[in-house]
């Protein structure tokens, strides 16, 4: 194909562990252009979610260490990616709409990668669209799923930078724009309680005269009905 178009990429795709990579990459490591793998969520229930601190990316961090051992300069691509268990479904409700947001945010802060797609709609049944495989239902008006890629779609900037991520039930993300030097923070409480925290940003400086915020919730973590809005600005302690 190359021959025929020297601008024709192409990708490999594995997601069944590092011995997958181990056989194929000696063989395609010079002839391809980018790692191809899969992201789907073990989780049964909320209770098991809110409980642990897997990151939800062991595929794609095997695809990585593959680029890494193999050929540094390929890119990562990760076609399938959606907190949907494939074993089990579960309803289009709040707490899988914000392990969707993390699987997401986690997923985002691989350097390599290159294109992440979430499927918006498997197209099973009509009743199917009530399950968190769809980002709409049958008359395309947005389920919960589809807000962690709204969030994530209108407010990433270019960047994806370091944050510790993970504080009890608290998990944190930065993405930074360097051309304005602008910045957006995303905070997910993974509880059913409010936190109170305090976010100190190292190696930022800029006079910050006001911040945005916007809060996504839901009533109880089996919910329905997601609420979006904005709210009053952080209050900031500018020490420089």
């Not at 540094?72 to 691509?77: C, E, Q, V």
């Not at 900037?157 to 993405?175: C, E």
């Not at 993974?190 to 190292?202: D, E, F, S, Y």
Request: hydrophobic share 35%; with cysteine; net charge positive.
């Amino acid at each position: 194909m190359k021959q025929v178009d020297p601008s024709i990429k192409i990708g490999v795709n594995g997601m069944t562990g590092i011995k997958w990579w181990e056989r194929v990459m000696p063989i395609v490591k010079d002839d391809v252009d980018f790692l191809v793998t899969h992201q789907y969520s073990p989780i049964a229930n909320y209770e098991q979610w809110n409980s642990n601190n897997w990151n939800y990316t062991n595929n794609v961090e095997i695809a990585n260490q593959a680029i890494e051992k193999y050929n540094p300069n390929l890119k990562l691509n990760v076609t399938e990616n959606s907190s949907f268990n494939p074993g089990q479904s579960h309803a289009n409700n709040v707490w899988k709409m914000l392990h969707n947001f993390e699987m997401l945010g986690n997923t985002l802060c691989f350097n390599r990668l290159e294109y992440l797609h979430f499927w918006i709609s498997r197209w099973f049944s009509p009743n199917s669209y009530t399950n968190d495989t769809s980002a709409f239902n049958h008359n395309y008006k947005l389920m919960p799923m589809a807000y962690s890629l709204k969030i994530w779609g209108n407010y990433l900037k270019k960047q994806m930078v370091y944050s510790t991520k993970k504080l009890r039930n608290i998990r944190s993300w930065a993405s930074y724009d360097r051309e304005d030097n602008s910045l957006n923070l995303f905070l997910l409480n993974k509880g059913v309680k409010p936190h109170l925290v305090t976010i100190q940003l190292n190696n930022y400086v800029k006079n910050i005269k006001n911040s945005d915020r916007l809060i996504i919730s839901g009533a109880f973590p089996d919910s329905n009905k997601v609420n979006l809005k904005q709210v009053s600005p952080l209050k900031i302690n500018k020490k420089y």
